[in-house]
């Protein structure tokens, strides 16, 4: 399960006595079809009746408004307004959605997700309410689809505020849409860690009770082949990965060592009970994800996890200006591999970074501020 930015966000605001509606978007009525942990047909039908939870003070709703988008893999073969339409549209009409769920609301708050269509209806619908786009990964950057960075532009021009993870993506806006950029709007707001957490003693899980341990904890699947050269070349590792996404077909064809071990995912709070017990922080991204020079990209919140703990952290295909934090990147197997074996001689590493900006605490009343 995922827990960033947007849900620290929403669970704040919930707990200080607001109701939220949190609306996933989108989620097409194909996923009846998937067996996804976060797409399938139970899935959609709980979050189209609305799932509420007692947050604090206040109350969080989960909703979504189906759509009639088509897989993605299917899109290349209909037109860009084709595909915006199918996007746009449901079986069940938007007005009826907005009386049921979104009546009142004050304040909108986007992602960077294909939701940044909908801000021209929204804002038509609701004049007075105050629109804040939040993008974790700029779509400009990392959308492959025309249409979705049509509407973060249009979404930069409407929106009263824009609340960046870094000052490296404002910068990027700034270059990217010129004619709808204006710096005023721009504030950062990063994701941050709960610090704390990540600096507690936890019992150690059994396949950390190891000499040499090397984990990844993340969503994006790694890259595989990578992870299979790393671990043939240093055989006294014990390489751990654990991410929720279902299996690619690479992994299936890598040689699969008996010192790599994969955990299909665990529950958020189990997270810093791996990164505290682990001995080094991995990052293997696969370069297909093009990240090594993604202008927008700067430290994660996957980094400060790891540097709250005080573990060194190797990754690949990361951008490598990275290295100014003392986060080790590399571009190739060979210096991936070599980071490795460097960070198991430095144990225990401090970073030149203040991470109190980076606490949960200090970020949500930032962002509580610009709610105001």
């Given at each position: 399960?995922?827990?960033?930015?947007f849900?620290?966000?929403?669970?704040?605001?919930?707990?200080?006595?607001?109701?939220?509606?949190?609306?996933?978007?989108?989620?097409?009525?194909?996923?009846?079809?998937?067996h996804?942990?976060?797409l399938?047909?139970?899935?959609?039908?709980?979050?189209?009746?609305?799932?509420?939870?007692?947050?604090?003070?206040?109350?969080?709703?989960?909703?979504?408004?189906?759509t009639?988008a088509?897989?993605?893999?299917?899109?290349k073969?209909?037109s860009?307004?084709?595909n915006?339409?199918?996007?746009?549209?449901?079986?069940?009409?938007?007005n009826?959605?907005?009386?049921?769920?979104?009546?009142?609301?004050?304040?909108?708050?986007?992602?960077?997700?294909?939701?940044?269509?909908?801000?021209?209806k929204?804002?038509?619908?609701?004049?007075?309410?105050?629109?804040?786009?939040?993008?974790?990964?700029?779509?400009?950057?990392f959308?492959?689809?025309?249409y979705?960075?049509d509407?973060?532009?249009?979404?930069?021009?409407?929106a009263?505020?824009?609340?960046?993870?870094?000052?490296?993506?404002?910068?990027?806006?700034?270059?990217?849409?010129?004619?709808?950029?204006?710096?005023?709007?721009?504030?950062c707001?990063?994701?941050?860690?709960?610090?704390?957490?990540?600096?507690?003693?936890?019992?150690?899980?059994d396949?950390?009770?190891y000499?040499?341990?090397?984990?990844?904890?993340?969503?994006i699947?790694?890259?595989?082949?990578?992870?299979?050269?790393?671990?043939?070349?240093?055989p006294?590792?014990r390489?751990?990965?654990?991410?929720?996404?279902?299996?690619?077909?690479?992994?299936?064809?890598?040689?699969?060592?008996?010192?790599?071990?994969?955990?299909?995912?665990?529950?958020p709070?189990?997270?810093?009970?791996?990164?505290?017990?682990?001995?080094?922080?991995?990052?293997p991204?696969?370069?297909?994800?093009?990240?090594?020079?993604?202008?927008?990209?700067g430290?994660?919140?996957?980094?400060?996890?790891a540097?709250?703990?005080?573990?060194?952290?190797?990754?690949?295909?990361?951008?490598?200006?990275?290295?100014?934090y003392?986060?080790?990147?590399?571009?190739?197997?060979?210096?991936f591999?070599?980071?490795?074996?460097d960070?198991?001689?430095?144990g225990?590493?401090?970073?030149?970074?203040?991470?109190n900006?980076?606490?949960?605490?200090?970020?949500?009343?930032?962002?509580?501020?610009?709610?105001?």
């Amino acid at each position: 399960m995922r827990h960033g930015g947007f849900h620290q966000f929403a669970q704040y605001c919930a707990e200080k006595g607001n109701d939220v509606i949190f609306f996933s978007f989108s989620r097409p009525y194909y996923i009846r079809f998937y067996h996804d942990e976060r797409l399938n047909k139970d899935i959609l039908k709980e979050l189209t009746a609305g799932k509420e939870y007692k947050v604090g003070k206040g109350k969080l709703t989960n909703v979504t408004w189906p759509t009639l988008a088509v897989p993605e893999r299917l899109r290349k073969y209909l037109s860009y307004k084709a595909n915006e339409w199918a996007l746009m549209h449901s079986l069940t009409p938007f007005n009826t959605f907005k009386r049921k769920w979104l009546e009142d609301t004050d304040c909108f708050v986007f992602e960077s997700c294909e939701a940044v269509l909908l801000v021209p209806k929204i804002k038509r619908l609701f004049p007075k309410a105050k629109i804040i786009y939040r993008p974790s990964d700029p779509l400009w950057e990392f959308s492959r689809q025309f249409y979705a960075i049509d509407g973060e532009k249009k979404m930069i021009e409407l929106a009263d505020k824009v609340l960046t993870v870094n000052e490296e993506s404002i910068e990027g806006y700034q270059t990217k849409f010129p004619e709808v950029f204006s710096k005023e709007k721009f504030i950062c707001i990063s994701n941050g860690v709960d610090i704390a957490a990540y600096r507690k003693s936890y019992p150690k899980p059994d396949l950390l009770k190891y000499p040499k341990t090397a984990c990844y904890i993340g969503y994006i699947q790694p890259d595989w082949k990578l992870v299979a050269i790393a671990a043939n070349a240093l055989p006294d590792v014990r390489f751990i990965i654990i991410t929720p996404s279902k299996l690619s077909e690479e992994y299936k064809t890598i040689d699969r060592t008996k010192n790599i071990y994969y955990i299909p995912g665990i529950a958020p709070e189990e997270v810093p009970t791996w990164i505290t017990n682990c001995d080094i922080v991995l990052q293997p991204m696969p370069k297909s994800l093009c990240r090594l020079n993604k202008v927008s990209l700067g430290l994660t919140a996957q980094n400060y996890k790891a540097m709250a703990a005080g573990k060194p952290i190797v990754t690949h295909a990361t951008p490598l200006k990275l290295s100014k934090y003392g986060i080790f990147s590399s571009d190739n197997p060979d210096d991936f591999i070599s980071g490795i074996k460097d960070a198991f001689d430095k144990g225990k590493y401090d970073y030149n970074f203040d991470l109190n900006t980076r606490d949960w605490n200090y970020l949500c009343k930032k962002f509580e501020n610009q709610l105001k």
